[in-house]
C-alpha cells in the first residue's frame, strides 16, 4: 500500500493530487459534492443531489451523481465517496481544509494561516441557488477564521517585538475588511512602535479617508485621540502583563461567613428528616454551605449534577455508581446487583454477558433495589451524602433517589441510606421535580432552606479572609458591585489580583456588568490559546469528560492538552474532571464563538460515537453542530432505548425530536414516519392535547398520500380520545382512502384500527368485525407480531359484550402476543381486559391472577393512568366478592382520585360500586343518598352505559325502594344494547319485582342463559334467588350446581348466598342447617374483625341478615384495612 496519500486541496487551485504529486483538475460539481461532504460530514444522497442538480427530477439528479462518483473512481482509481443512503468522504483522503480547520480549532493560528486560502475559488455556482448560498455562508465563515487567526498571531508578534511581522497581518486584516477603525488603530500603533511616527499618522489620514469615502463620517474619537497622542509622542508602550498567582485565601476562603441563620436551620433539621434542601441563586454559597455543614457531622460524600444530565435517562444514577466504586473499589458486589446495575453502567457487564434492557415496572424495581443494596452497603457508615446542583439530575435518577431513601431495602440488607443535603438553584429545576421536593416538604420527610444573599458583615468578613484592603470605600464599591452573591464578589476579587489591580485603590471601573460571564471571560483572556481550546471543548462536552476525551473532540495529542489543562486548573476554570463551578462552565460555553462551537460539537460527536455514549446525548451534539441527518437516526434509536427501559414519555419526545431533525435534513417522509410513531405514543399515554397539537401541525405540511393518512390517523386518533366518534370516523375513512393509494399494508392497518375505535366509542356502530379481518389477515401475511396482538385485543373489545368467552381467549392470545415483542404497555391493557373478563366470568382467583400481572407491570408514576384505575376497579370487584369490604371501598376512593382520560364516563360507575358496598355495610341512608345523587347526575354526563343504573336498580331493589328502583329498570333498558353479563344482571334485579311463583320461570331463563354464556356467578347468584323463591313457595330447593362452593362472585352481597344456602341446609336437614349457619356465623365474625371499617361496624352488625348471628364482642375489635 502506497504510503503517501491522495490529496484533495479544497483550497485554490482546486485539484486532486495523487501520490506520485500529478495534479488532476477537479470539475466543478464534483468538487463541490467532496467539499460538501469534507465539511459537513456524512450527508444524504437526497441532500446532495438537490443541491448540485435543484432544478432536475430525483431519478435525473440521482442517476447525474451516480455518474459523477463513478468518473471520479475511473479518474483516480479510488473509491472516495462510499454509502447508499448516506454518503462519506473516505478517510483515506486527506483535505487541506479539513488540516487547516483542524489547527484554527487548536489556536495553531500561523500555523492555519499559512495553509488557509480561498474555499473553492474561481469555481462559480449560479445555476445552484441553495449550493451558492452554503459556499457564501461558508467562505464568509473561513474569512472570519482567518480575521481572528490574524488578530492572535498579531497579538502575539507584538508581544515578542515582531513588529514587523505583526504590521504585515494586520495589512492583511485591512485587505479583508478596509473600513475596520480597530485594524487601523492597530496599525498605527506598531508604526509608532516601530518609530516611525510619520507612517503612523499617515495610516491615520488613510483611514479617515476611507471612512469619508464610504460613510462621509470621520474616525471615532478613540482613533482620533491615538493620532493625537502619536503626534505628541505620548503613546503609552505595550507591556505583557503576566497574571499573578491566585493566594490559596482567594482560592478557596478560609471561613465560612455570614450562614449564622442558615446554619441554626440546618442544625434544627438534623437528624429529624432525611433530606436537607437548600435553595438559592447561582453562586450564592449553597454549596460551601452544605460542605461545610456536612464536614461538621463526619465523614461524607458528594454526588454532583452535571449539565446535560436531564436528557439521558439515569444518567445521574450512573455516575454516582461509577463515583462510589472508584472511592470504594473493595467492597464485593452481589452477583445479582452487579448484573442488575450493568443495565445503567455497561462496564460492569461480563465480556460474554449479554446486556438485558430495563423491559417493564418489575425490571426498573429490581434495578433500584440493586442501587439501594449497592449505595447502601458502600455510604451506610456516613454521616450524610451531599448532592449538589441538583437542577441538573434526569428525572429517573430523581425517582431512584426517592425509592433508596423512602423504601426499605430487600431483605437481608442492614443499615440505612445517610441523610441527604440537597443543593439546587431557585427558579431553574424542573416542574416536576420542584413538586417532589414540596411533596417530601409537606410529608414532613424534608426541610427546605433558603439561602439568601450575603449581608453586609457577611461581605466584609468574606474580604477581610480573601485579603482585601480595609478601606471602607474599597469594601463599599465591591459590596454594591457584588450585589452580596459571594461568588460574583470572589471573581471579581479574582480577576484584579490576575490583573495587578487589587490595591488601596481600585481601578475606575469594575469589570461590569456584575456577571460571572464577563469576569470569566476576562480570566480566560489570560491563559493560552490551547487552555482556551480545552475551556471550550470542556463547555461544549458539559459532562462526564477526561482529558482523553477532550482531546479527542479536539484532535490532538492528549500529552499536548496535559500542560493545557493543568494551566486551567492553575486559573481556577477547572477543578479535577469539571469545571470549579457551574457558572463558569456556562461562562466559557456562552463564550465559544458561533463559527467555533458547530465544530466542536462535530467533534464531540465522533468522539462520544467512539465512546458508546447514550444515542441521545451523540444526537444532541449533532444537532448542535448542525447535523440533523446524523442526529435523526440516533433519536430514533434513543426512542427504542427509552421504551426498552419503560420510559414512555422519554420515547415520545425522542421520536418527536427524530422527526423534527429528519425534516430539517429534508428526509420529509421520514420525518412523517418519526411523527406518525410518537403520535401512537401520544395516544397510549393518554396525551390528548399533544396528540392534537401534533396532528393540525402535520396537516399543513402533507402534501402526499402517505403524508396525508398519517396525518388524518393522528387527527382521527385525537377525535376519539375526545369522544367524537363520528368525526373520527370520517376522518379516519378518509386517511384509510389515502393509505390505499401508498400500497402500504401497516399504514391501512393504522387507519383501521382507528376506525374500529370510533366504531367503539358508538357502541360498535357499524359492526367492525370487516376491519378487524383485515387487520389480522394483514399482520399475518406481513408476520407483523405486534399487528396481530393489536388485532386480537380489538377483537376482545367487540366481543366481550355478547361473548365474553370467545372475548377472554383473543385477549390472553392478544397479551401472549405482545409480551413476546417486548410490548408491555399493551400486554398491561390486556391483562387488565382479562380480569374484566374473568369478574364478568365469575372466576375471581384468574382475575386476581391478571391483576398480579398487572401489578407486576404497571409503573407508579405517571404512566397508565387508565390502567391504574381500572386494575383498582376491578381488584375492588374481586373484593367486595369476598367480603373485604374495608380494601374494596379504598381502591374505589384511590381510583376516582386518579385523573383519566374520559373521566366523566368512567365515575359514574365507581360511584355506584361504592353505593352498593355502603348498602352491603348497613350504612342505607349513606348508601341511597350516593345513588340517587349519582341517576341524577346520569343524564347530563358522558356516561350513557347500563352499568350504573343496573347498580342502583340492584340497590333500590335490596332497600326496598320500589319505585324508584322501577324507573332505574326502565332507564337501563332504554340505554339499548347492554351486554349479556348486564342483560343477566338486570334480569335478576326485574325478578325480584314479581310474586315468588312468577320470578321462578325468570330466574330458570336467566340461569340457562348465564351458562350458555359462561357466566358463571351469575348463574350461581339465579340459583340463589330461585332456591330462595323455592323456599318461600314451600318448594323443595334445587341442588347447588357448585356444591358447597361459595360462586355468585359479587353478582349479588356474600351474605344473601350465605343466608340462602342456610336456610336450604336447614330444610335438608337440622345437621346441615346448624354447620351452614355455622359457617355463616363464622363469616360475620372474621369480616367484622378483619374487613369492615371501623365507622360501619356497627351498621353492619345491625343488619337484618346479620342481627341474629351478631355477637357482643364483635363490636370491639377494630377492622382492618387490608
Known amino acids: 500500500m502506497n504510503s503517501v496519500p491522495w490529496r484533495f486541496h479544497l483550497f485554490e487551485p482546486v485539484v486532486l493530487e495523487g501520490p506520485d504529486g500529478a495534479r488532476l483538475a477537479v470539475e466543478r460539481k464534483t468538487a463541490a459534492c467532496l467539499a460538501y461532504l469534507a465539511l459537513e460530514g456524512p450527508t444524504t444522497r437526497a441532500r446532495l443531489v438537490g443541491l448540485l442538480w435543484p432544478t432536475s427530477p430525483e431519478a435525473t439528479a440521482r442517476n447525474n451523481l451516480s455518474q459523477l462518483l463513478r468518473k471520479l473512481r475511473l479518474a483516480t482509481g479510488q473509491e472516495w465517496v462510499a454509502g447508499a443512503d448516506i454518503l462519506t ?52 465563515r473561513w474569512a472570519e477564521w482567518r480575521a481572528h487567526a490574524s488578530r492572535a498571531e498579531a497579538d502575539r508578534l507584538e508581544r515578542d517585538g515582531a513588529l514587523d511581522d505583526a504590521a504585515v497581518l494586520v495589512r492583511a486584516l485591512l485587505d ?57 509622542g505620548t503613546v503609552p508602550s505595550v507591556h505583557v502583563v503576566k497574571p499573578s498567582a491566585l493566594p490559596l485565601a482567594v482560592q478557596r476562603p ?172 431557585r427558579d431553574e429545576v424542573a416542574p416536576e421535580s ?34 482585601v484592603p480595609s478601606r471602607a470605600d474599597v469594601r463599599a464599591r465591591l459590596r454594591a458591585h457584588s450585589g452580596g452573591n459571594p461568588l460574583f464578589l470572589l471573581e471579581t476579587i479574582r480577576h484584579l489580583i490576575q490583573t495587578n489591580q487589587l490595591t488601596e485603590d481600585l481601578p475606575e471601573r469594575l469589570p461590569l456588568p456584575p456577571k460571572v460571564g464577563q469576569l470569566v471571560e476576562r ?54 474532571d469539571g469545571f470549579s463551578h457551574d457558572l463558569v462552565a456556562e461562562a466559557v460555553r456562552q463564550s465559544v464563538p458561533s463559527s467555533v462551537r458547530p465544530l466542536l460539537h462535530r467533534g464531540a460527536a465522533r468522539a462520544l460515537e467512539r465512546h458508546g455514549a447514550h444515542p441521545a446525548r451523540i444526537a444532541r451534539h449533532w444537532l448542535e453542530g448542525g447535523k440533523p441527518a446524523l442526529a435523526a437516526p440516533l433519536l430514533l434509536k434513543a426512542a427504542e432505548v427509552a421504551a426498552a427501559r419503560f420510559l414512555r414519555d422519554t420515547a415520545a419526545e425522542n421520536l418527536g425530536e427524530a422527526a423534527d431533525a429528519f425534516w430539517a435534513a429534508g428526509e420529509l417522509d421520514a420525518a412523517f414516519d418519526a411523527w406518525n410513531r410518537q403520535g401512537e405514543a401520544l395516544f397510549y399515554l393518554e396525551r390528548a392535547e399533544d396528540l392534537g397539537a401534533l396532528a393540525r401541525r402535520l396537516h399543513e405540511w402533507a402534501v402526499t398520500p402517505r403524508r396525508r393518512a398519517i396525518a388524518h390517523r393522528l387527527e382521527s386518533a385525537a377525535l376519539t380520545m375526545a369522544g367524537e366518534a363520528d368525526r373520527a370516523a370520517e376522518l379516519a375513512e378518509q386517511g384509510l382512502a389515502w393509505a390505499e393509494q401508498t400500497a402500504d399494508p401497516r399504514l391501512e392497518a393504522d387507519l383501521l384500527e382507528v376506525l374500529v375505535f370510533a366504531s367503539y366509542l358508538r357502541r360498535f356502530v357499524p359492526n367492525p368485525t370487516a376491519w378487524l379481518d383485515r387487520m389480522l389477515a394483514i399482520g399475518e401475511t406481513h408476520g407483523n407480531t405486534s399487528l396481530r396482538a393489536k388485532t386480537h385485543e380489538l377483537y376482545g373489545l367487540y366481543l366481550v359484550r355478547h361473548q365474553p368467552r370467545e372475548a377472554l381467549q383473543h385477549v390472553e392470545t392478544a397479551e401472549r402476543l405482545f409480551r413476546s415483542s417486548g410490548d408491555v404497555q399493551s400486554a398491561v391493557s390486556c391483562a387488565q381486559k382479562s380480569a374484566s373478563v374473568q369478574v364478568m366470568l365469575g372466576d375471581v382467583r384468574a382475575a386476581r391472577g391478571a391483576l398480579d400481572r398487572m401489578r407486576t407491570d ?193 353478582t349479588i352481597s356474600l351474605a344473601e348466598e350465605l343466608d340462602v344456602r342456610a336456610r336450604v341446609a336447614a330444610a335438608t336437614s337440622p345437621e346441615l342447617g346448624a354447620a351452614a349457619r355455622d359457617a355463616f356465623h363464622a363469616w360475620v365474625q372474621r369480616a367484622a374483625r378483619e374487613d369492615v371499617p371501623p365507622a360501619y361496624l356497627a351498621s353492619f352488625l345491625n343488619q337484618p341478615r346479620l342481627r341474629p348471628l351478631a355477637v357482643e364482642d364483635l363490636a370491639a375489635p377494630p377492622a382492618s384495612t387490608r
Open 89 to 140: 468522504l473516505s478517510a483515506d483522503l486527506v483535505v487541506d481544509a479539513l488540516e487547516a480547520r483542524d489547527l484554527y480549532t487548536r489556536g495553531r493560528h500561523a500555523e492555519f494561516l499559512d495553509r488557509a486560502g480561498g474555499l473553492l475559488g474561481g469555481l462559480v455556482y449560479d445555476d445552484c441557488p441553495e449550493l451558492e448560498d452554503w459556499l457564501l455562508s461558508e467562505q464568509e
Open 434 to 467: 420542584e413538586a417532589l421536593i414540596l411533596r417530601i416538604v409537606e410529608e414532613g420527610l424534608g426541610v427546605l432552606i433558603d439561602v439568601e444573599p450575603l449581608g453586609e458583615d457577611g461581605l466584609d468578613a468574606l474580604m477581610a479572609d480573601v485579603g
Open 858 to 1050: 404497571v409503573r407508579a408514576g405517571a404512566d397508565y393512568a387508565t390502567q391504574r384505575v381500572f386494575m383498582r376497579l376491578t381488584e375492588a370487584h374481586c373484593d367486595h366478592a369476598e367480603g373485604r369490604f374495608a380494601h374494596a371501598l379504598r381502591l374505589l376512593d384511590e381510583a376516582k382520585g386518579i385523573e383519566i382520560m374520559h373521566a366523566a364516563l368512567w365515575q359514574p360507575e365507581i360511584d355506584a360500586w361504592r353505593a352498593v358496598l355502603l348498602a352491603e355495610l348497613g350504612a342505607f341512608d349513606e348508601a341511597l343518598s350516593l345513588a340517587r345523587a349519582l341517576l341524577a347526575s346520569l343524564p347530563a354526563s358522558a356516561n350513557q352505559l347500563p352499568e350504573p343504573r343496573v347498580l342502583v336498580a340492584h340497590l333500590f331493589t335490596d332497600l326496598g325502594c320500589v319505585e324508584e328502583a322501577r324507573a332505574a329498570i326502565r332507564e337501563a333498558a332504554r340505554v339499548g344494547d347492554v351486554s349479556v353479563w348486564w342483560t343477566a344482571r338486570l334480569d335478576l334485579v326485574r325478578a325480584a319485582h314479581l310474586p315468588p311463583r312468577d320470578r321462578l320461570s325468570l330466574l330458570e331463563d336467566t340461569r340457562a342463559k348465564a351458562r350458555e354464556h359462561g357466566l358463571r356467578g351469575v348463574a350461581v347468584a339465579a340459583e340463589v334467588r330461585l332456591n330462595a323463591a323455592r323456599l318461600a313457595l314451600d318448594l323443595p330447593a334445587t341442588s347447588w350446581s357448585n356444591g358447597d362452593e361459595i360462586g355468585a362472585a359479587g
Open 254 to 425: 478560609p471561613n465560612l461567613v455570614g450562614r449564622e441563620a442558615e446554619w441554626a436551620s440546618l442544625e434544627a433539621a438534623w437528624g429529624t428528616v432525611p433530606y436537607i434542601y437548600l435553595r438559592g441563586a447561582p453562586g450564592a454559597g449553597k454549596t460551601r454551605l452544605a460542605q461545610e455543614f456536612a464536614a461538621s457531622k463526619g465523614e461524607f460524600f458528594t454526588y454532583a449534577g452535571r449539565p446535560g444530565d436531564a436528557h439521558v435517562p439515569f444518567a445521574s444514577s450512573a455516575r454516582n455508581v461509577r463515583l462510589v466504586l472508584e472511592r470504594w473499589p473493595d467492597v464485593p458486589i452481589a452477583e445479582w446487583v452487579r448484573k442488575e446495575l450493568s443495565r445503567v453502567v455497561p462496564e460492569l457487564a461480563r465480556p460474554d454477558e449479554t446486556l438485558q434492557p430495563l423491559r417493564d415496572e418489575a425490571d426498573v424495581l429490581r434495578l433500584r433495589q440493586a442501587m439501594q443494596v449497592f449505595f447502601l452497603e458502600r455510604t451506610r457508615h456516613l454521616a450524610c451524602v451531599l448532592v449538589d446542583d441538583w437542577q441538573f439530575y434526569d428525572y429517573h435518577s430523581n425517582q431512584d433517589g426517592v425509592f433508596m431513601w423512602t423504601q426499605p431495602p430487600p431483605a437481608g440488607s442492614q443499615g440505612r441510606m445517610p441523610p441527604m443535603l440537597v443543593t439546587y438553584r
Open 523 to 576: 480570566r480566560l483572556g489570560l491563559v493560552s490559546t490551547p487552555a482556551l481550546q480545552a475551556a471550550r471543548a470542556a463547555a461544549v462536552l458539559q459532562r462526564d469528560f477526561d482529558v482523553e476525551l477532550i482531546a479527542e473532540t479536539l484532535g490532538a495529542p492528549v500529552l499536548d492538552l496535559l500542560s493545557a489543562w493543568e494551566e486551567l486548573e492553575g486559573a481556577q476554570i477547572v477543578r479535577g
Open 176 to 232: 479583508l475588511d478596509p473600513i475596520s477603525e480597530e485594524a487601523w488603530r492597530r496599525l498605527m500603533r506598531l508604526h509608532y512602535l516601530r518609530g516611525d511616527r510619520a507612517a503612523a499618522l499617515k495610516a491615520y489620514h488613510k483611514c479617515r479617508e476611507v471612512l469619508r469615502r464610504e460613510f462621509g463620517a470621520d474616525p471615532l474619537p478613540e482613533t482620533a485621540a491615538l493620532a493625537a497622542q502619536i503626534e505628541r
